[in-house]
């Protein structure tokens, strides 16, 4: 929501130490996603950050009614360095989980696309606060999140990822898409 505690959590966090990146996107999410949640937002701030807790304190602090979705990496699939911004941000989930195998196959498919994926990530999804939930999301813990880094637009980003998703499925490993962020601006 564009209101006085979220331009003042911007202000805020463009000045901290703790925020490594900091961009302002607009969010397309799964109908089957958004049935989950009380309210929707289509605007977003993105932030890396160094330390989770502050950043959570941050939110309560600045904007505690609004809808927050904060994803806690689990292991990193694909880490490369970055070559010139942050553009879209793929949010997908395993709902049949992953193990050793599966992993080794989505670290495969990545290594052959990471020529514009700047980091795919099993990550856990929390969604604050978490009365913004009708009901507990049940994939929470089986987040696979890509982050692409290029110049292409943002229809040629989602393309690019439905292509690389159908390249998960074919290794046997069902990914069903959540939802699609597009940068908008970067902020920091």
């Known amino acids: 929501m564009h209101d006085e505690g979220s331009k003042r959590l911007k202000v805020y966090w463009r000045d901290s130490s703790n925020i490594i990146d900091l961009y302002f996107a607009t969010v397309t999410m799964s109908n089957e996603f958004r049935s989950y949640l009380t309210e929707y937002v289509n605007h977003y701030l993105i932030a890396t950050y160094n330390d989770r807790e502050e950043v959570v304190e941050d939110i309560y602090t600045y904007i505690p009614s609004s809808i927050s979705i904060l994803f806690s990496n689990r292991l990193e699939l694909l880490d490369r360095p970055r070559i010139s911004r ?15 195998v599966e992993v080794k196959d989505l670290e495969s498919v990545f290594q052959r696309k990471q020529w514009r994926i700047k980091t795919a990530n099993l990550a856990r999804m929390q969604l604050i606060p978490e009365r913004m939930l009708k009901f507990a999301y049940p994939y929470a813990d089986n987040i696979l999140l890509l982050q692409l880094d290029s110049d292409e637009s943002h229809i040629s980003e989602q393309r690019y990822c439905e292509k690389v998703r159908l390249d998960v499925i074919r290794r046997g490993i069902y990914v069903e898409h959540l939802m699609s962020l597009s940068v908008l601006e970067q902020l920091k």
């Open 86 to 100: 942050l553009n879209f941000v793929s949010v997908n989930v395993l709902k049949r989980g992953y193990g050793r």
